[in-house]
């Protein structure tokens, strides 16, 4: 399933809040985004997903892996808007 960039981050951002709270790493979003979400995604696109949620203010990145912030939080379960995610 193709999708836009907006749904895809948000998807993203999802998958990193409902974390086992641990850093999600690249391959393991990979494999969610596709089996959770029906968005086929390569490593690279959610490398640069990751880069520009991390520039929002939205995650943290940890090497090839990310943790959200409390703002991302927010976000990702709807209690604040934030264009693109």
Known sequence: MLSTPDNRRRSLLTSIVFGAGSPQSVRD???EMSMV???AVSADLVRGDLTWLAE??????????????????????????????
């Open 29 to 31: 979003l990979v494999r």
């Open 37 to 39: 979400h029906g968005i």
């Open 56 to 85: 929002q203010g939205l995650v943290r990145k940890l090497d090839d892996a990310a943790l959200p912030t409390e703002r991302g939080r927010d976000v990702a379960l709807g209690n604040a808007p934030w264009p693109g995610a």
